[in-house]
């Protein structure tokens, strides 16, 4: 079971902070990193024969906060649309998430496609290298590439991105 605490002391870090550049929330992140470790043990027999049995864990965690965040959106426009039906007032769904600041940065992320918001998600916030991600989103490496290219492109053209370069590179 050493073998198994390394894996997690290792790949905790780095999967909390992906999972929460997808879903947003770092408490639901956490969850979601303990259950992906949790079927991990599970099938400990199993995963500890794979050649990187960390890919494995991280792609059950990218998964489950891909599921979660989906959910949570279809959650969220729901709500929305009862809250208007319940509502007058637009300012009831001022967007706490307008501030340009980080979280506003990984506001833009989760908007982007999936697949693209995973490779983001686990080179900017995992602090994977493209061999890494490519392992972990079962993919070739110039697709990972291409994902991370896509992403940067969309997100350059983003509201919310080029207002907090400006906000960055003036800070007065």
């Known amino acids: 079971m050493d073998d198994f605490a390394d894996l997690v002391n290792s790949e905790s870090t780095g999967l909390i902070a992906a999972a929460t550049a997808i879903v947003g929330d770092r408490q639901r992140a956490e969850e979601i990193v303990q259950v992906a470790f949790e079927r991990c043990f599970r099938r400990w027999g199993q995963v500890s024969q794979l050649d ?61 496609p999936r697949d693209q918001a995973a490779a983001i998600a686990l080179r900017y916030g995992a602090d994977l290298g493209v061999e890494d991600i490519a392992d972990t989103l079962r993919l070739t490496v110039p697709a990972v590439k291409s994902l991370l290219h896509r992403g940067r492109t969309a997100l ?7 207002a907090y370069a400006e906000t960055k590179a003036d800070p007065s």
């Open 156 to 162: 350059r053209s983003s509201p919310a991105i080029q």
């Open 52 to 112: 990187k049995p960390g890919a494995w864990a991280r792609r059950v965690a990218i998964n489950e906060a891909i599921s979660v965040a989906r959910r949570s959106s279809s959650e969220h426009r729901a709500v929305q649309r009862f809250g208007a039906m319940a509502a007058s007032s637009a300012e009831a769904f001022a967007d706490p998430l307008a501030a340009l600041d980080d979280e506003g940065v990984w506001a833009a992320v989760r908007s982007l």
